[in-house]
């Protein structure tokens, strides 16, 4: 059959294919995109971002008449395409382990439509040796593949700025596929890293990780400090200002999101549970909520109150809840409080409510999440509570 697209991804219309492809649509490759979430493919097609993505919207309408990406469910674009992307989701089950069969049931899913000769690169964050795994499933079915594992590092909202700007990791099962993808990337990013699969594997979860241990001891000094009734915003200061040793030092916060809790419990399982830095990030970073409600209760009583939560998404200025630790809080508070509101700039739900007529009907104030356009309400004298330090503290 015809080759008629360069790239084709599986799961296309995520918050990592869907700017994936553009990227790649942008440097003149004709790219499919292949997903199953029909409401996102209609709302691509009519030049729409299924999401908040900086530069996406303008960036589809000038690709879109050029007729250079087609966003469909319709998996035969698959045996009409010489790469297959795949990037679908890599989630945990309710004990916090990894779905090992998350992609390899994907992978089953579209065995039809792959074919001998193909570059695929596998760029959904995996467990370690998954990608060995579904090297040999390939050879097991008698297809000669290239498998290549290319691991996504971008930071979600900003997707095409870091594309061009990260290095990319590239490891492969054959120095043809290594080759290939290498090409591929080359005309979307400046810089190159090659490694073992397995390698590129733990870069990724081992990156995760870091960050998510790296905001737990932020939080953990914050609770800490908190706890002795001092202002962790003056130690931030004074910890950080001129202080060279302290780059970097993260500012407290609710740590949540798709991906960072999930790639350290798929370490901790890797490690057989003896990831325990991981382990102890997870309960640092999970009780923020708990931390904070009993902060709310020691200074005010909840019960006959009606309580406002700004900010529902897992990070400022994103309008995705995954994750979010914003859901824990409004759960916790809801045993506490009368009553709860929530609100949310970027993310609408029939429940919510406008920020302004929250701050109209509520007691108590609570920022979720502090999108920049909390920075400048009214509050009109009532209580405000928050985790976040803002930047203007360091
Ligand atoms: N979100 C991020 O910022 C980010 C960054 C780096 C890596 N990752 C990793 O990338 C992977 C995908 O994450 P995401 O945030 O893009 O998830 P997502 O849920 O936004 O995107 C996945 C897409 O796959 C589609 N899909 C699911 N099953 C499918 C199927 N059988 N066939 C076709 N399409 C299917 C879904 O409809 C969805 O559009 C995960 O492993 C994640 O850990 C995510």
């Known amino acids: 059959m015809q080759d008629m697209f360069d790239i084709s991804i599986?799961?296309?219309?995520?918050?990592?294919?869907?700017?994936?492809g553009l990227s790649f649509a942008k440097a003149g490759f004709s790219v499919g995109l292949l997903d199953v979430n029909q409401k996102a493919?209609?709302?691509?097609?009519q030049g729409q971002v299924p999401f908040k993505e900086e530069g996406a919207e303008a960036l589809l309408k000038e690709i879109l008449p050029k007729k250079k990406l087609t966003c469909t469910n319709d998996p035969k674009i698959l045996l009409k395409s010489k790469c297959v992307i795949l990037v679908t989701g890599t989630p945990l089950d309710e004990y916090l382990n990894p779905k090992l069969n998350a992609i390899t049931k994907v992978i089953e899913e579209y065995l039809p439509y792959f074919k001998d000769g193909q570059l695929i690169i596998l760029r959904s964050t995996i467990y370690p040796k998954t990608s060995q795994k579904i090297d040999q499933y390939f050879k097991s079915k008698n297809l000669n593949v290239h498998l290549t594992f290319c691991p996504e590092r971008v930071t979600e909202g900003y997707a095409l700025s870091e594309i061009k700007n990260i290095p990319q990791i590239v490891s492969g099962f054959s120095p043809e596929g290594i080759e290939r993808a290498s090409a591929l990337f080359s005309k979307i990013t400046k810089k190159i890293i090659h490694m073992q699969p397995l390698e590129a594997e733990l870069v990724k979860l081992f990156s995760n990780a870091y960050r998510y241990i790296h905001f737990g001891i932020s939080n953990q000094f914050y609770m800490l400090a908190e706890e002795h009734g001092v202002d962790f915003g003056n130690i931030?200061?004074?910890?950080?200002?001129?202080?060279?040793?302290?780059?970097?030092?993260?500012?407290?916060?609710?740590?949540?999101?798709?991906?960072?809790?999930?790639?350290?419990?798929?370490?901790?399982?890797?490690?057989q549970d003896h990831f325990h830095l991981g382990h102890a990030a997870r309960l640092v970073n999970e009780h923020m909520p708990i931390h904070l409600v009993n902060q709310m209760k020691s200074k005010i009583s909840l019960e006959d109150k009606t309580v406002g939560i700004l900010g529902m998404t897992f990070k400022p200025e994103s309008d995705d809840p995954r994750e979010s630790l914003s859901y824990k809080l409004k759960h916790l508070l809801e045993m506490e409080a009368k009553h709860v509101l929530c609100s949310d700039e970027y993310m609408k739900h029939e429940n919510f409510c406008s920020k302004e007529n929250l701050i109209e009907s509520s007691d108590v104030i609570v920022i979720g999440t502090p999108h920049e356009a909390y920075q400048t309400l009214d509050f009109k004298n009532l209580p405000v509570f928050s985790v976040w330090l803002q930047p203007s503290c360091s």
């Open 236 to 271: 931030y200061h004074a910890m950080t200002d001129e202080y060279p040793r302290m780059k970097g030092f993260p500012r407290p916060g609710f740590t949540a999101g798709p991906c960072l809790l999930k790639d350290t419990m798929q370490l901790c399982s890797f490690s």
């Open 10 to 20: 599986i799961g296309g219309c995520g918050h990592v294919g869907f700017p994936l």
């Open 41 to 45: 493919i209609d709302q691509i097609n």
